[in-house]
């Protein structure tokens, strides 16, 4: 039980007085990111348990951001098909506006409602769950809200820890401080349904009763074939002999590391030159990175300026085109389609790596930074069937591409992809036990 102690009491409601004396800032910083990401500042009332009324008994499907909302795909998807109607909710605007794409059928025939989560506010979270109702909650990743767990067990709404990870980061974090709070705060979940073993031994270690090891959702996205027709199209106006390698989810910091690398390739190549992918992780980030680019001397086409709604070429590529540089959201696919090599940003800079599931579906070759505390599962597993390359300076990465051969591990990866499988089945068979009815129809 969560919080059955005085002392996390008193953090809590000094937790609560912090955030209503930030909440000026939180507004403020709301407008702010509206300025390039208008999506953050529609629905205000929603960031307060608002909005308008939805019927009860939802689940409730928490998915921070992005990255979380595609990996809750398949699992949202088999509970609509089992005639349940999902209450999701997303904090970015990147999450919104991708669950907005990815199940506009299900919105408009009200099999899912989309709401923005409610700020860490003890009133405003009450207001939410009263006015929505839910069945149970269910996280997705390690998204521990210590209010939000407290206000669901206050008003006896289960919670449910789905895709659950304990990153070895947070867990030495939450050791000390006041991340003993967040620890402490996992004992407020019903069940959590681990990543891996790794994973369920470190919830275990904060007293969490009730884990089992159901596998990674993002094994089993669905991946729009739209976008692979699309990038088939796109390969048709390249030289097939040209090396394709994309750097993809990538952070600011790791411009000044990355951009040198493509710089060496593509001046010192034997033979035709590599073509460059270029993928952002941030919207934000776009307009920043693609001057960088520019102002490296890289000459590359722009999705949002040369390529059509469906993703096709509006003018034919010019000869001395260096790549493409991804500046849209919701079409990783399409990129990854036209690599052969991808390297996963956010590994350079200590921040734990992005998701290697993508690229390692569409049978690429990937390589990260040293930094994948965010992803050791299914990192290390990867690297141990040899299908993850870690490397540990832009040097070696540079080092890496020129010499590689395309499609040398097909097989090795397919049969890792393969292994890995599972996780939704495996997911609502332990729902099935406890929070789901015994009797289901395929209604859609």
């Given at each position: 039980m969560f919080p059955n102690r005085l002392s996390d009491r008193l953090v809590l409601c000094l937790w609560s007085i912090l955030w209503h004396v930030a909440l000026p800032l939180i507004i403020l910083y709301l407008w702010y990111r509206s300025r390039s990401e208008p999506l953050y500042i529609t629905n205000l009332r929603e960031r307060f348990g608002g909005g308008s009324p939805i019927?009860?008994?939802?689940?409730?499907?928490?998915?921070?951001?992005?990255?979380?909302?595609?990996?809750?795909?398949?699992?949202?998807?088999?509970?609509?098909?089992?005639?349940?109607?999902?209450?999701?909710?997303?904090?970015?605007?990147?999450?919104?506006?991708?669950?907005?794409?990815?199940?506009?059928?299900?919105?408009?025939?009200?099999?899912?409602?989309?709401?923005?989560?409610?700020?860490?506010?003890?009133?405003?979270?009450?207001?939410?769950?009263?006015?929505?109702?839910?069945?149970?909650?269910?996280?997705?990743?390690?998204?521990?809200?210590?209010?939000?767990?407290?206000?669901?067990?206050?008003?006896?709404?289960?919670?449910?820890?789905?895709?659950?990870?304990?990153?070895?980061?947070?867990?030495?974090?939450?050791?000390?401080?006041?991340?003993?709070?967040?620890?402490?705060?996992?004992?407020?979940?019903?069940?959590?349904?681990?990543?891996?073993?790794?994973?369920?031994?470190?919830?275990?270690?904060?007293?969490?009763?009730?884990?089992?090891?159901?596998?990674?959702?993002?094994?089993?996205?669905?991946?729009?074939?739209?976008?692979?027709?699309?990038?088939?199209?796109?390969?048709?106006?390249?030289?097939?002999?040209?090396?394709?390698?994309?750097?993809?989810?990538?952070?600011?910091?790791?411009?000044?590391?990355?951009?040198?690398?493509?710089q060496e390739l593509l001046k010192n190549t034997i033979g035709p030159k590599p073509f460059i992918i270029y993928v952002p992780r941030h919207p934000k980030n776009f307009e920043e990175t693609k001057q960088k680019l520019r102002n490296a001397g890289l000459n590359m086409a722009v999705r949002s300026r040369d390529f059509a709604a469906d993703l096709s070429l509006l003018t034919p590529l010019p000869a001395d085109c260096d790549g493409l540089f991804g500046d849209s959201l919701g079409e990783i696919n399409f990129y990854y389609a036209l690599a052969q090599s991808v390297f996963v940003g956010d590994s350079f800079n200590g921040e734990g790596s992005h998701n290697i599931i993508e690229p390692l579906r569409l049978l690429n070759s990937v390589v990260v930074g040293p930094s994948i505390w965010g992803i050791e599962y299914p990192g290390l597993e990867a690297i141990e069937d040899g299908v993850l390359i870690k490397l540990a300076t832009p040097d070696d990465l540079l080092t890496h591409w020129r010499n590689f051969t395309p499609n040398v591990n097909n097989d090795q990866i397919s049969n890792f992809i393969h292994n890995h499988g599972g996780a939704t089945t495996r997911i609502l068979k332990e729902l099935s036990e406890h929070y789901l009815p015994s009797t289901q129809f395929q209604s859609h």
């Amino acid at each position: 039980m969560f919080p059955n102690r005085l002392s996390d009491r008193l953090v809590l409601c000094l937790w609560s007085i912090l955030w209503h004396v930030a909440l000026p800032l939180i507004i403020l910083y709301l407008w702010y990111r509206s300025r390039s990401e208008p999506l953050y500042i529609t629905n205000l009332r929603e960031r307060f348990g608002g909005g308008s009324p939805i019927p009860p008994d939802t689940i409730w499907v928490h998915a921070v951001s992005l990255g979380e909302t595609r990996a809750a795909d398949p699992l949202i998807r088999s509970l609509i098909d089992r005639g349940e109607t999902i209450l999701l909710t997303t904090i970015t605007a990147a999450g919104r506006a991708e669950a907005s794409k990815l199940f506009a059928d299900d919105i408009a025939a009200k099999r899912l409602y989309l709401r923005w989560t409610p700020i860490e506010l003890p009133w405003a979270l009450r207001r939410f769950i009263c006015n929505h109702k839910p069945r149970f909650g269910m996280i997705m990743e390690i998204e521990l809200w210590p209010q939000m767990i407290a206000q669901a067990k206050r008003l006896g709404v289960p919670l449910i820890m789905a895709q659950a990870q304990y990153p070895d980061k947070s867990f030495a974090r939450d050791q000390k401080g006041f991340g003993r709070i967040r620890a402490r705060s996992i004992q407020g979940f019903d069940l959590i349904l681990a990543k891996s073993q790794r994973h369920a031994e470190r919830f275990c270690h904060f007293g969490a009763k009730n884990v089992r090891v159901t596998g990674e959702l993002r094994f089993e996205q669905t991946i729009p074939q739209t976008q692979l027709d699309a990038a088939d199209a796109f390969l048709e106006t390249i030289d097939p002999k040209r090396l394709r390698i994309c750097l993809a989810s990538t952070a600011p910091d790791e411009d000044p590391m990355l951009i040198p690398v493509v710089q060496e390739l593509l001046k010192n190549t034997i033979g035709p030159k590599p073509f460059i992918i270029y993928v952002p992780r941030h919207p934000k980030n776009f307009e920043e990175t693609k001057q960088k680019l520019r102002n490296a001397g890289l000459n590359m086409a722009v999705r949002s300026r040369d390529f059509a709604a469906d993703l096709s070429l509006l003018t034919p590529l010019p000869a001395d085109c260096d790549g493409l540089f991804g500046d849209s959201l919701g079409e990783i696919n399409f990129y990854y389609a036209l690599a052969q090599s991808v390297f996963v940003g956010d590994s350079f800079n200590g921040e734990g790596s992005h998701n290697i599931i993508e690229p390692l579906r569409l049978l690429n070759s990937v390589v990260v930074g040293p930094s994948i505390w965010g992803i050791e599962y299914p990192g290390l597993e990867a690297i141990e069937d040899g299908v993850l390359i870690k490397l540990a300076t832009p040097d070696d990465l540079l080092t890496h591409w020129r010499n590689f051969t395309p499609n040398v591990n097909n097989d090795q990866i397919s049969n890792f992809i393969h292994n890995h499988g599972g996780a939704t089945t495996r997911i609502l068979k332990e729902l099935s036990e406890h929070y789901l009815p015994s009797t289901q129809f395929q209604s859609h």
